[in-house]
């Protein structure tokens, strides 16, 4: 039975849009020549010793099965798949490198665009011929990292997750260890190639920064700005600007780790050390710092089970003091004596034998940059723009001393990103990222391997998250002491469209929503993508 693509006939999920440009690693063909050229991909059908690895998501819990799935080679290869699953009344979905949280790209009878085939980055120009640097869709954070340092001596600032696609993380804003110095990963994107789908016939779009204000073409290159995947088209390339960051030519490492067995007994320094990062990032995440712009931390609030409570952090200058008193605020007042971490939670490698080592840039990005391992997986996210309430740091010792039975919760935990900085010198119109002055981004996450534990994992989480914002209904409200929540790490307890007035559109996009709807109902009115949270036409 064929599968209708409207949202009438499915809301279980599509894919993040994706990206790419037109050759290999070392360089672009011109942009005016690839419509030229011939499809070239492949279809994965059923019975295939493929299919269902590649109908299957990084996160285990989310599978389907498509009529097909297109391995899709070049930018001619996805116009023509795409209107022959429009022809064929068959649901689009696009994949880039699989890591979405949901099932958005699940997809039962439909077509599976996959662009892990599209990988190549490099020099390229934009429409107007101005030299850019080009991303393809199916190109990871690390094909980015890897092939930008080798070959032009610059970087973006994109996630640490090698194994994570472009495609998806960038058009949700993107961000990582360098965002403090140098913003998010959409602040330097100009330009993106999208195929659109209008009149019922797919073609591509160049959506520039630059084109002309107020023009549907520059809505929807702003759409991709924060617009988060699977909503607009298939994002083949995307474009940044020439002048994007070189790395620092050498950074510091550093991890250290808390005992909850000491923890456990002293529960007034599992307070005063979660108050004293929040407290230091309210202090030195302003877009005028002087002097922190350079460090990025994450403080992990791991469940007992998992042993230790984790200090990472990373420092871009050559003197390593403030990286030291940095460690020394969030220490200070506390009892529990803290140790040198060589495993950090979540799999995080650190060979270093000291409080913190000192190694070039792009080694330090090779060991710091792990995906996890392929598991079930659930993840929240929150915005803050306050240091943590007295409340909020109780609901999080409550829960993480909280046994489960039957659940294995080691590797659940509250993972408290450092934010801000330059992240917060841009408005929050000017991308569709409407955050821009939070001061930790955090990540609520658990991980199991066991099927029969995911309803008991699942409502352990949303209890969690529940009792973290019970003072503001439950979720991190927007213009609060929180400011709403990270499209790129989608949570489907916060509303699907298909319910009346869905919290995600608030807390995704917050002002900026009305006119992501108004681009939605120009380039897809006819909601051809569409997912359980996507944008809703105006």
Not at 440 to 446: A, D, G, I, N, P
Request: hydrophobic share 35%; with cysteine; charged share 20%.
């Amino acid at each position: 039975m064929q599968c209708e693509f409207s949202r009438r006939g499915f809301l279980g999920g599509a894919g993040a849009a994706a990206a790419g440009i037109t050759a290999g690693s070392t360089g672009v063909t011109a942009a005016e020549g690839v419509h030229r050229e011939a499809p070239r991909g492949r279809s994965v059908l059923p019975g295939d010793p493929r299919y269902q690895t590649l109908a299957q998501g990084f996160n285990q819990r989310w599978s389907s099965s498509p009529a097909r799935i297109r391995l899709v080679g070049n930018e001619a290869d996805a116009v023509a798949e795409l209107n022959r699953a429009l022809d064929g009344g068959l649901r689009p979905t696009v994949r880039g490198g699989g890591h979405c949280y949901e099932g958005f790209v699940d997809n039962d009878r439909g077509v599976i665009l996959d662009l892990g085939s599209m990988r190549g980055v490099g020099a390229s120009a934009d429409k107007f011929g101005r030299p850019t640097y080009g991303v393809e869709g199916g190109a990871t954070n690390w094909d980015v990292c890897a092939t930008l340092f080798r070959e032009h001596a610059v970087t973006l600032p994109v996630g640490s997750c090698y194994s994570v696609g472009a495609g998806g993380h960038v058009c949700g804003g993107g961000y990582g260890l360098l965002s403090r110095r140098h913003g998010l990963t959409v602040d330097h994107l100009v330009q993106v190639d999208v195929v659109t789908v209008r009149g019922g016939r797919a073609a591509v779009t160049k959506a520039h920064r630059d084109d002309a204000q107020g023009s549907p073409e520059q809505d929807l290159f702003w759409a991709h700005t924060g617009g988060g995947g699977g909503n607009f088209g298939v994002v083949l390339r995307y474009h940044f600007a020439p002048d994007v960051p070189q790395p620092p030519p050498r950074v510091w490492i550093g991890s250290v780790a808390w005992p909850w067995a000491e923890l456990l007994d002293r529960p007034s320094d599992f307070e005063t050390l979660v108050a004293n990062f929040g407290a230091f990032m309210a202090e030195h995440s302003g877009p005028g710092e002087s002097v922190y712009q350079g460090l990025f931390a994450i403080l992990k609030l791991t469940h007992r089970s998992n042993g230790n409570v984790v200090l990472f952090s990373q420092w871009d200058g050559e003197d390593p003091a403030p990286l030291d008193a940095f460690v020394a605020a969030v220490e200070q007042g506390m009892t529990t004596r803290s140790a040198v971490q060589t495993r950090a939670a979540g799999g995080l490698l650190l060979p270093c034998p000291d409080r913190r080592r000192q190694l070039p840039w792009f080694q330090a990005t090779m060991t710091l940059n792990p995906s996890g391992d392929n598991e079930r997986g659930k993840h929240k996210s929150a915005y803050h723009r306050k240091p943590f309430t007295a409340a909020q740091i109780a609901a999080f010792w409550d829960w993480l001393v909280r046994d489960v039975e039957g659940a294995d919760l080691s590797n659940t935990v509250v993972q408290i990103d450092s934010y801000g900085c330059w992240i917060n010198s841009r408005r929050p119109e000017d991308t569709a990222v409407p955050q821009r002055d939070s001061i930790m981004k955090l990540q609520y996450q658990s991980h199991w391997t066991d099927p029969a534990e995911d309803e008991m994992q699942l409502e352990y989480l949303r209890g969690l998250y529940r009792e973290v914002y019970r003072d503001t209904g439950g979720v991190p409200e927007v213009d609060t002491a929180t400011d709403g929540a990270y499209v790129n790490y989608p949570d489907i307890d916060l509303g699907t469209a298909d319910q009346p007035d869905p919290a995600y559109p608030r807390l995704y996009y917050k002002g900026n929503y009305p006119r992501l709807q108004r681009t939605k109902a120009y380039w897809d009115g006819e909601e051809v993508f569409h997912h359980a949270q996507s944008i809703t036409p105006a």
